[in-house]
T-cell receptor, first 110, second 118 residues
Framework: GNSVTQMEGPVTLSEEAFLTINCTYT??????LFWYVQYPGEGLQLLLK?????DKGSNKGFEATYRKETTSFHLEKGSVQVSDSAVYFC?????????FGAGTRLFVKA | GAVVSQHPSRVICKSGTSVKIECRSL??????MFWYRQFPKQSLMLMAT?????????EQGVEKDKFLINHASLTLSTLTVTSAHPEDSSFYIC??????????????FGPGTRLLVL
């Protein structure tokens, strides 16, 4: 079956540091790939997505590229802010079913 | 656009009572709605998938008689936790697909409902 593995947290960074959260998946076929973000006490929000190989999703300074050859969709941001502190979920989706990674908690210190 | 609401946001009930949680898509029609459960500091566990006008599909291990799902319209799905017990205390999150979107797997999430059973 499909599965997803993402970097364990928590990740603690200082403001303006570079962020990478790794995500790899196994899937039959070519799923769409998503990153969702969950702020404290809230539901999930779509952060970015990519629907085919080599597509780059981007939003709010975050980026991730659909790498078919390595089955990865790593999340990056060049300069994090305190307001980016949240839990990030990598989520491949196919056939209307989404699988969520375990989530990576990010703390950004001022 | 693509806003999903949940009501109530927080509920405390006594053991043995039933609790209904509503999930609404406010500005789009949702072909499919999903119900998840999230334990503290853990990922989302899919409980069931509901399609408008048909019976919900439950994931393995989820009791359909305990977690009743009704999807009566393209904008409303309800989850009823029947005879709730303390172990049912959790954060319940719904999501919906916008049937008008090209990437139909995109899900829009409600803000969640925190249930505490005493």
């Amino acid at each position: 079956g499909n599965s997803v593995t993402q970097m364990e947290g928590p990740v603690t960074l200082s403001e303006e540091a570079f962020l990478t959260i790794n995500c790899t998946y196994t899937a039959t076929g070519y799923p769409s790939l998503f990153w969702y973000v969950q702020y404290p006490g809230e539901g999930l929000q779509l952060l970015l997505k990519a629907t085919k190989a080599d597509d780059k999703g981007s939003n709010k300074g975050f980026e991730a590229t659909y790498r078919k050859e390595t089955t990865s969709f790593h999340l990056e941001k060049g300069s994090v802010q305190v307001s980016d502190s949240a839990v990030y979920f990598c989520a491949p989706a196919g056939g209307f079913k989404t699988i969520f990674g375990a989530g990576t908690r990010l703390f950004v210190k001022a | 656009g693509a806003v999903v609401s949940q009501h109530p946001s927080r509920v405390i009930c006594k053991s043995g009572t039933s609790v209904k949680i509503e999930c609404r898509s406010l500005d789009f029609q949702a072909t499919t709605m999903f119900w998840y459960r999230q334990f503290p500091k853990q990922s989302l566990m899919l409980m069931a998938t509901s399609n408008e006008g048909s019976k919900a599909t439950y994931e393995q291990g989820v009791e359909k008689d305990k977690f009743l799902i009704n999807h009566a319209s393209l904008t409303l799905s309800t989850l009823t936790v029947t005879s709730a017990h303390p172990e049912d205390s959790s954060f319940y999150i719904c999501s919906a697909n916008d049937q008008g979107l090209a990437v139909q797997e995109t899900q829009y999430f409600g803000p969640g409902t925190r249930l505490l059973v005493l």
